[in-house]
């Protein structure tokens, strides 16, 4: 069977073929509808971070990945920020949400796009976001029921993520946080800074007895992990996460202390060569394959040039051979200097005249 036409998935697409924007385009309807599996995501459990993938399974982000501010000693979880999602995403219990549940525990209302309840919601509560009273402030309770100035409907703003070594992950910036967030946002704005052309630091306030995360800038990337990261940011994974394909969100977060504390300075931009965003693994592989071509080339034109020398002396032989056997067969030719009176004499017989 003829499989020319089979192209591996590790190939190189052509330069008449490559164009981002109309793939994009020309895919969208193909792919339209279909999941491809929970996106991985980043977990918030008390002051950790925990990376789940899309299979559930749940992996600590390690203390030795992250940057420690010497001045307050907040630990840094460090992540570039691909995209994020427009809207806020909402979600509403009519228990009381219980992080420490075992099974997960799916909202029983909630909206992907902060205007209308998704249409899997198990009991949706309005027909508008605007116009539910579960989204008015005042609406909240505390986990022991006592009313709150916050929302029953929280509200939190969903990121795609790409976290060093580890690789893509939506995060889920709860109602707590949201204000830290959009204050860090603010500041690289001021400063002309997209958001996707810096190193992002995520930690916890210390001074909080409430989970509350603070954002920093942990430095400028270069342009070349910011063309790898700008095209990361295009693939279909990140499209899952900001777009909601999956109609089942991440686990809300609690309902917001009753007041703000101040977060911690922002710690000095990471010193550190490569930033430790893990982007030269590509780099060195296509390095490497490189240089393995290069010698598998190499090697076979040194083995063509080995056989033609050995064929080149091959056809040499068998000329010098062919000589001598031609030579061989030649007859003897008379060549009277060479012979001597005597062997006349002997030869023709004179002594009997």
Known sequence: MNNELIVSDTAE???????????RQANEDAAAGIGTGFPARIKISGTRFVLVDGNGEEKPYLTSNMVEDPRTGVMYMKVV?????????????LKKYDPNADAFQAPDCFSNDGERPDPSSASKQCDTCAACPHNAFGSGTDQNGNATKGKACSDSKILAVFVPKHGVFSFKIPPASLKNFGEYVKMLSFKGAPIGRVLTLVGFDM???YPVMVFANGGYLKQEQIDTLEAMSMTPEVDDIVKGISSTPSAPALPAPPKQVSKPAAPPPVEDDGMGLGLDDGKVAAEAEAKAKADAAAKKTKAAAAKKAKADAEAKAAAEAALAAQAAEKPEVYDPSEVSDQDLIDELGLDDL
């Open 13 to 23: 697409v052509p330069a008449y073929i490559f164009n981002p924007d109309l793939a």
């Open 81 to 93: 920020v691909l995209r994020a999602k427009k809207p806020l995403q909402k979600a509403w219990y």
């Open 207 to 209: 001074a909080s007895t």
